[in-house]
């Protein structure tokens, strides 16, 4: 099977995949988060997500301002299309952020997924520090799966704390993941096994998943970065 980046709305897309195709879901969805009220996180992620002025090193991109009603409400119905083309026992990983992290439990087992931890993604101290606050150097990464995951799966014992910096070379999204963070995720999967990323973005977790020998399949929305995952993805072929 070839590894596939497909541009467009997941929502849209997801319909057209067969039934329990995927082994895995390892995704970054939209957080739909920043700042501490409504207004602020309603703003574009290029004025909230990056700090200072100067020139933008990476583009903006869609579907990050909905507030916590609307968001969770479209979490539950990309999930419960992935819920449909995910295999029995296949393992579900979703980036979020402190502000979200409620949010996104809520959003994986309304779906109908067991939940079954969190792994930190420990971003090192590279991060901005900020006088008087503890540092904000984690995201969470909430995992569980479609219903029953056997304890003798072809897949290793995985870290519950990631830590990776994010490295300016190996960062191709306004809040792309490190290459090496994904391929130590994705790993989650059964050997051979193939990855499915319906907000793949810059398409760090194909690139990783390829990486590691599993088969994949992206979608991304914004044509920039659909453009910069198929680039990514075909360098490696
Ligand atoms: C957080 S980013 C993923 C970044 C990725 N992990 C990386 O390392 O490059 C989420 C992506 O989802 C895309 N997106 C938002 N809504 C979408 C939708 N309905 N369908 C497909 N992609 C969407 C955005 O354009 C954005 O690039």
């Known amino acids: 099977m070839t590894n596939q980046l497909l541009k467009g709305d997941a929502l849209k897309i997801l319909p057209t995949f067969d039934a329990e195709s995927f082994d895995a879901l390892i995704t970054d969805p939209p957080y739909a988060s920043g700042g501490v009220t409504a207004a602020a996180r309603a703003q574009a992620p290029l004025r909230k997500y990056v700090q200072g002025g100067g020139p933008h090193l990476h583009a903006d991109f869609v579907c990050d301002e909905r507030d916590q009603r609307a968001h969770l409400r479209w979490m539950h119905l990309w999930l419960t299309e992935c819920a449909r083309v995910l295999k029995d026992g296949a ?40 006088l008087g606050r503890f540092r904000n150097q984690a995201e969470y990464i ?3 799966s479609k219903g029953h995951m056997p304890l003798q799966r072809r897949a290793p014992v995985l ?10 070379a190996d960062k191709h999204h306004l809040t792309g993941k490190p290459t090496a963070l994904m391929r130590q995720l994705v790993r989650i999967c059964e050997a051979g096994g193939r990855i499915l990323d319906p907000f793949a973005g810059s398409g760090t977790t194909l690139v990783a998943a390829a990486a590691e020998g599993f088969c994949c399949a992206g979608i991304e929305m914004t044509d920039h970065y659909a453009k910069v995952a198929r680039a990514r993805m075909s360098q490696r072929s």
């Open 91 to 130: 393992p579900v990983l979703l980036f979020t952020d402190w502000r979200q992290l409620p949010l996104t439990t809520d959003a994986l087992q309304l779906a109908g997924f067991t939940w079954r931890g969190i792994t930190v993604w420990d971003k090192t101290e590279g991060v901005r520090p900020q």
């Open 142 to 144: 909430v995992w569980g």
């Open 159 to 168: 870290p519950g704390v990631i830590r990776e910096p994010v490295r300016k």
